[in-house]
């Protein structure tokens, strides 16, 4: 049982470049979702999915897509990176639908720097 | 504006030396909130969720307590492998999700 994983672990990419993390789940959660984190800030949440074949934005969207490819998988993907992407990126799941007492458990964590 | 506080910032204590971390909140409809731990390099691990005030739980040397303004993280006699940022979040309204920016914790021997 790994719980949340995510690949790649760190990624270096120039400006204008595109790339997909990757995050997968063995706890059949319901809920996925994708944050990222930045020094002297908290988790902010990018999108999430409450259930297989839903996704909706979070509070920082832009220059972001998601795709849940089954109910295992949710994929979030840089189409033209920003330097003002560099961030730690979590993904986490819960049993969810998103109700009050979903608790979120988290993956390892992407590190991407945008150069 | 919904805010989520956390504070101190940082602390270090020595081994033993007992304290309590902060997190107040300014939202409307409060449905849960919950505690983390993160240590360097790794995603946040699930401590404890609070659904009303006056609630506590406890786990070994940790208890979180929750009021309708805030929450206090209480660590009695900590050891060095309590080192580590807490991260404090509140879920509200129709559910909603936010984090506070942690407080780094350092318990010197």
């Known amino acids: 049982n790994a719980g949340v994983t995510q690949t790649p672990k760190f990624q270096v990419l120039k400006t204008g470049q595109s790339m997909t993390l990757q995050c997968a789940q063995d706890m059949n959660h319901n809920s996925m979702y994708w944050y990222r984190q930045d020094p002297g800030m908290g988790l902010r949440l990018i999108y999430y999915s409450a259930s297989e074949g839903t996704t909706d934005k979070g509070e920082v969207p832009n220059g972001y897509n998601v795709s849940r490819l089954n109910k295992r998988e949710f994929s979030l993907r840089l189409e033209s990176a920003a330097p003002s992407q560099t961030s730690v990126y979590f993904c986490a799941s819960s049993a969810g639908p998103r109700g009050f007492s979903d608790t979120q458990y988290f993956g390892p964590g992407t590190r991407l720097t945008v150069l | ?109």
């Open chain 2, 1 to 109: 504006e919904d805010q989520v506080t956390q504070s101190p910032e940082a602390l270090r204590l020595q081994e033993g030396e007992s304290s309590s971390l902060n997190c107040s909140y300014t939202v409307s409809g409060l449905r849960g909130l919950f505690w983390y731990r993160q240590d360097p390099g790794k995603g946040p691990e699930f401590l404890f969720t609070l659904y009303s005030a006056g609630e506590e739980k406890e786990k070994e040397r940790l208890k979180a307590t929750l009021t309708k303004k805030e929450s206090f993280l209480h660590i009695t006699a900590p050891k060095p492998e309590d080192s580590a940022t807490y991260l404090c979040a509140v879920r509200y309204n129709n559910n909603d999700m936010r984090f506070g920016a942690g407080t780094r914790l350092t318990v010197k021997p």
